[in-house]
């Protein structure tokens, strides 16, 4: 079992930055893509943006593209993060982690994901 713990949400002006971080632990970390979703309040949850295990892959939706950045820590794999800038009011939401047991991954939807955290809550006044 791997368990999921994010961190790093809060409240932000529109326009300004944050930086979120998740750490996975628990059963040996085989490699794991590890990615982002959201969701925001009366919203499904949607993809935001994920990495490969080697970092070298990395996927965004459309919306965030330009703006916020996946990253994953090269010496403790287990580690990713979202720096997010330009922050937009509708980008309010719970922002969770998730992963799958492979290398690298592409079909980033709800239904595909192994393993979840609770979540982060970002909120951006306006």
């Known amino acids: 079992q791997v368990q999921l713990v994010e961190s790093g949400g809060g409240l932000v002006q529109a326009g300004g930055s944050l930086r979120l971080s998740c750490a996975a632990s628990g059963r040996a970390f085989s490699p794991y893509a590890m990615g982002w979703f959201r969701q925001g309040p009366g919203k499904e949850r949607e993809f935001v943006a994920a990495i490969s295990w080697s970092g070298l892959s990395t996927y965004y939706v459309d919306s965030v593209k330009g703006r916020f950045t996946v990253s994953r820590d090269h010496a403790e794999k287990n580690m990713i993060y979202l720096q997010m800038s330009g922050l937009k009011p509708d980008e309010t939401a719970v922002y969770y982690c998730?992963?799958?047991?492979?290398?690298?991954?592409?079909?980033?939807?709800?239904?595909?994901?192994?393993?979840w955290g609770k979540g982060t809550l970002v909120t951006v006044s306006s």
């Open positions: 998730a992963a799958v047991s492979r290398e690298d991954y592409i079909a980033w939807t709800v239904e595909n994901m192994e393993y």
